[in-house]
């Protein structure tokens, strides 16, 4: 909250707590003139509703009135554009890029990680790096180049120290990966990750036992799998990896939920 809008609620509680128990007319404030409430009230309005050149309207837009504003963007660049002046929530102070997702708008396919790692808060782009080249051939070995699907993550900005995003902070940021989906329309979605999995899947259940079939997030199938920063680190993850990909393939080729589950 800015000083202006915390005086201002100041002074309209001062003036509403003298209005109910004054007699009469009478209005005392001490600080400030009946005009010099209505005109720091009038100001601390502007600033709610992001009015030009009001202090502070640029960097902190009240979330409520921008969440009907995503809901509403008409495509992926009206969106970014949002992301990129967002202040849902206090990631926005230190990131150093907002990382809004790439790829194709019509994608078949949305790949979806946890957060912005330190590559991709330098970069502005999602799955750089060692991990990123191995994102790339993962999808190559069931026919999917990088520029084909569409590359995201649940955060749009970076965790400081890469520590796990807050609930709150999830929450804060749903809504433009909700938009996302709704203007790709995605026929699967791969939820690479543990962190990714769980929250797109509202569970507490181990990636073990999430991976292997196929589950559904607002209405999109859902594929889990492990990161591939994990397979950097497993490598014999590797193949169980692939396996949930060929569930993927399956499902692009046509075949249904049930079937295209490992098993
Ligand atoms: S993480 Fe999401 S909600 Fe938070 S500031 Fe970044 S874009 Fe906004």
Redesign the pocket.
């Given at each position: 909250m800015n000083p202006p809008d915390a005086g201002a609620r100041a002074l309209a509680q001062a003036f509403l707590e003298q209005t109910l128990s004054a007699e009469g007319n009478a209005l005392m404030l001490e600080h400030a003139t009946r005009e010099e409430v209505v005109r720091r009230l009038a100001s601390a309005g502007r600033a709610a509703r992001g009015g030009a050149g009001t202090p502070g309207a640029r960097t902190s837009p009240d979330?409520a009135a921008t969440g009907p504003k995503i809901a509403e963007a008409p495509d992926l660049e009206t969106l970014a554009a949002?992301?990129a002046s967002?202040?849902?929530?206090?990631?926005?102070?230190s990131?150093k890029n907002?990382v809004?997702g790439e790829g194709a708008a019509d994608a078949r396919v949305v790949c979806v990680g946890e957060?912005p790692g330190a590559r991709e808060d330098e970069t502005g782009r999602p799955f750089v790096g060692r991990a990123g080249h191995l994102l790339d051939r993962l999808l190559m070995s069931i026919g999917l180049p990088r520029t084909s699907v569409y590359i995201c993550n649940v955060?749009?900005?970076?965790?400081p120290r890469n520590r796990d995003?807050l609930p709150e902070?999830v929450a804060?940021?749903a809504?433009?990966l909700l938009r996302q989906l709704a203007l790709i329309e995605p026929e699967v979605i791969i939820a690479f990750g543990a962190f990714a999995a769980r929250t797109l899947l509202e569970t507490k259940s181990a990636l073990g036992r999430l991976r292997g079939t196929v589950h559904h997030y607002s209405g999109y199938p859902v594929v889990a799998t492990y990161h591939p920063a994990a397979l950097l680190r497993n490598p014999g993850w590797t193949r169980p990896t692939w396996e949930d990909l060929q569930i993927v393939r399956r499902m692009l080729d046509g075949v249904g939920d049930r079937e295209a589950r490992i098993g």
């Amino acid at each position: 909250m800015n000083p202006p809008d915390a005086g201002a609620r100041a002074l309209a509680q001062a003036f509403l707590e003298q209005t109910l128990s004054a007699e009469g007319n009478a209005l005392m404030l001490e600080h400030a003139t009946r005009e010099e409430v209505v005109r720091r009230l009038a100001s601390a309005g502007r600033a709610a509703r992001g009015g030009a050149g009001t202090p502070g309207a640029r960097t902190s837009p009240d979330a409520a009135a921008t969440g009907p504003k995503i809901a509403e963007a008409p495509d992926l660049e009206t969106l970014a554009a949002l992301v990129a002046s967002c202040s849902r929530c206090t990631l926005h102070e230190s990131r150093k890029n907002p990382v809004f997702g790439e790829g194709a708008a019509d994608a078949r396919v949305v790949c979806v990680g946890e957060a912005p790692g330190a590559r991709e808060d330098e970069t502005g782009r999602p799955f750089v790096g060692r991990a990123g080249h191995l994102l790339d051939r993962l999808l190559m070995s069931i026919g999917l180049p990088r520029t084909s699907v569409y590359i995201c993550n649940v955060l749009k900005s970076r965790p400081p120290r890469n520590r796990d995003p807050l609930p709150e902070e999830v929450a804060a940021c749903a809504p433009y990966l909700l938009r996302q989906l709704a203007l790709i329309e995605p026929e699967v979605i791969i939820a690479f990750g543990a962190f990714a999995a769980r929250t797109l899947l509202e569970t507490k259940s181990a990636l073990g036992r999430l991976r292997g079939t196929v589950h559904h997030y607002s209405g999109y199938p859902v594929v889990a799998t492990y990161h591939p920063a994990a397979l950097l680190r497993n490598p014999g993850w590797t193949r169980p990896t692939w396996e949930d990909l060929q569930i993927v393939r399956r499902m692009l080729d046509g075949v249904g939920d049930r079937e295209a589950r490992i098993g």
